[in-house]
């Protein structure tokens, strides 16, 4: 399983930014991807889940409203659509892989970075005042 993300950089507060997620190794229907953020010396933060095999999707109250997160299955992709960014959003984003036959994933354990076992290397998104 690989994942390497990108679409990060620096924008003006207001702006948007799209991430991606390009997954390989593993088949979508049985896994779940989701986005955690980062800032350095902190944990890492749930931002968006997606489920395509029960058609669920989940958000932090921070980024619901402002943030999407869709698949591309063709292209073995999720995209994180953000929109009116805050300075408050700026961190290292990274998608995490979960293998749904191994746990259950609901709307309590969705944000917990250890339901994941697959992650990339991040990429940073920098949102200036």
């Known amino acids: 399983v690989q994942l390497v993300e990108s679409g990060g950089g620096l924008v003006q507060a207001g702006g948007s930014l799209r991430l991606s997620c390009v997954a390989s190794?593993?088949?979508?229907?049985?896994?779940?991807i989701a986005w955690f953020r980062q800032v350095p010396g902190q944990d890492q933060v749930g931002v968006s889940y997606?489920?395509?095999?029960?058609?669920?999707?989940y958000y932090s109250d921070s980024v619901k409203g402002r943030f999407t997160i869709s698949t591309d299955n063709a292209k073995h992709t999720v995209y994180l659509q953000m929109n009116s960014l805050k300075p408050e959003d700026t961190a290292i984003y990274l998608c995490g892989v979960s293998a749904l036959s191994l746990r259950p994933i609901t709307p309590s354990t969705w944000d917990k970075p250890w339901n994941y076992d697959y992650w990339g290397l991040g990429t940073q998104v920098t949102v200036a005042s």
């Open positions: 997606i489920s395509k095999r029960d058609r669920l999707t």
């Open positions: 190794g593993f088949n979508f229907d049985n896994y779940a």
